[in-house]
């Protein structure tokens, strides 16, 4: 894998005069920008005041990345995220970090990658509610609805209260129901099951508008906001 940076060497000084953004190999993403390993502080022993700073550090990588998110620079927001991972892999708001990550791999449209990161947030958090409805968003695009399906209802039990998530819920059962309703029209014409014209209106909600959406306006949005605890 590649080199491991010194994750208290990467600084919001430093990322944010960056014109180009963060650079991958600062933060060790590797030149797809796929996952690197984000446990870098774990393999040191740092005292509590530097694991303080770096606690600091992370939460203004998050900062940066939530403005990134909100001028819908969903790579450099990626980035930024990864920082914070880095300098903070098992901390106190590490779940959150990977939940925004989620939530700019899912403009990115990224759903594979979204969805590992989600669940990641959701094993470190299981009551954070963005992190079931951005692992249900996630689903929701790769097709596997009743995954969507759980994720969503598992958000809207948290989050009683987010009307979007309540929406894309009516729309994964929808398309759930479809898609085994064609399952079993196959079956009964002897052409066993399959999800046969099942993307005909996959895109029937674009991502990147809804996450951009979101992310820009409205706070109650948990599919793909990044603010409002996130």
């Known amino acids: 894998g590649p ?3 010194d994750p208290s060497g990467v600084r919001a000084s430093q990322i944010s005069s960056d014109p180009a953004g963060v650079r991958a190999s ?3 993403v590797g030149t797809t920008g796929d996952y690197a390993d984000d446990g870098n502080a774990r393999q040191h022993n740092f005292s509590p005041t530097e694991l303080t700073e770096l606690q600091s550090e992370a939460d203004k990588m998050k900062g940066l990345g939530n403005k990134h998110m909100s001028h819908q620079e969903y790579t450099r ?4 995220y990864s920082a914070a991972l880095q300098l903070s892999p098992v901390g106190p708001a590490s779940h959150v970090y990977l939940s925004n990550r989620a939530a700019a791999l899912l403009s ?5 990658a979204a969805a590992v990161d989600a669940r990641r947030a959701v094993a470190l958090a299981p009551s954070f509610g963005k992190a079931h409805a951005r692992l249900g968003q996630a689903l929701y695009f790769l097709r596997d609805y009743a995954g969507a399906v759980a994720s969503y209802e598992e958000a809207v039990e948290l989050e009683p209260d987010n009307a979007v998530t309540w929406t894309y819920l009516t729309k994964a059962r929808q398309k759930l129901e479809r898609q085994r309703s064609k399952e079993e029209e196959a079956e009964a014409a002897g052409g066993g099951g399959g999800n046969n014209g099942s993307y005909d209106d996959h895109h029937s909600v674009d991502p990147s508008t ?3 959406y979101s992310v820009a306006t409205d706070p109650h949005h948990a599919a793909a906001v ?3 605890g996130g």
């Not at 927001?77 to 930024?80: G, L, R, S, T």
Request: aromatic share 14%.
């Open 226 to 228: 990044v603010g409002g």
């Open 108 to 112: 990115l449209k990224r759903y594979g």
């Open 77 to 80: 927001a990626y980035n930024a």
């Open 26 to 28: 600062q933060l060790s």
């Open 3 to 5: 080199a491991q940076a």
């Open 210 to 212: 809804y996450a951009g």
